[in-house]
């Protein structure tokens, strides 16, 4: 349901040059599988992502979503399609401080071609838990309780794809797990695809399929194998 063929993305320096930061030649994710993408700083992973979901457009190459090719459509189409087919779950929340726990995930509805449904946000909200608090605006919620209100804006859609982008990061070591439980359980059971970016290793751990990015991406790979330059000062002739 998800495949990148040939994806390269740059850069822009202050000094014009381009710096590569993707290069892809192949990516697949079968329907309703579940994989971990687990690699350093800077080898691109948000990048991927972003990538995958249209919010940024590849130098080259072709994303596919449902045998959509994302990548041919104008940002403005790619947001439509992103709204009706993916789910994002990001490392720092973006939850509106204005709105309650219910209306940031009736918002997650609002842009897709899907009819909001008031019943499901307050269904998912009560399946992560806070069914309690859907008048609580984010401030007014814990760490761990923000990032399951963004699990369930997430899933509001019923997407093919959820993207998480380091889901545990900003979240303490006691709610860590409970939200990894909480993606895992929810996409098998809406037979949602996942692709999860984590540093954490017990995290890739707990699931079948784990790729290393520096293994996908060329450009991380090469910079591994190239020597490293000589920074020693030449001596003169004597």
């Known amino acids: 349901m998800l495949k990148l063929h040939q994806i390269k993305k740059s850069f822009a320096q202050p000094d014009k040059k381009r710096v590569p930061i993707l290069d892809i030649p192949e990516f697949e994710i079968a329907a309703g599988e579940q994989v971990i993408l687990i690699g ?5 992973k948000t990048t991927m992502l972003h990538t995958i979901a249209g919010i940024t457009q590849p130098d080259s190459g072709k994303v596919f979503l449902d045998d959509v090719e994302l990548t041919r459509y104008s940002e403005s189409a790619r947001d439509r399609i992103r709204a009706d087919k993916l789910g994002y779950v990001f490392q720092t929340f973006n939850l509106l401080p204005g709105f309650s726990a219910y209306e940031n995930v009736i918002l997650g509805m609002t842009f897709a071609s899907k009819k909001r449904s008031p019943e499901r946000a307050k269904s998912l909200l009560e399946r992560v838990g806070l069914g309690h608090r859907i008048n609580n605006k984010p401030h007014q919620l814990s760490v761990g309780e923000q990032q399951r209100v963004a699990v369930a804006r997430a899933l509001a859609n019923r997407p093919s794809l959820l993207l998480a982008d380091e889901p545990t990061a900003n979240v303490d070591p006691g709610n860590q797990q409970q939200i990894i439980d909480l993606i895992k359980s929810s996409c098998e059971t809406e ?10 290793m017990e995290v890739a751990e707990q699931f079948e399929r784990v790729e290393r990015l520096e293994q996908l991406n060329l450009v ?5 194998a190239k020597p490293p ?5 030449p001596q003169p002739t004597p």
């Open 229 to 233: 330059e000589d920074t020693t000062t």
């Open 40 to 44: 350093p700083s800077g080898c691109g």
């Open 191 to 200: 037979e949602i695809a996942l692709l999860m970016v984590t540093h954490s």
């Open 220 to 224: 991380v790979g090469d910079a591994k």
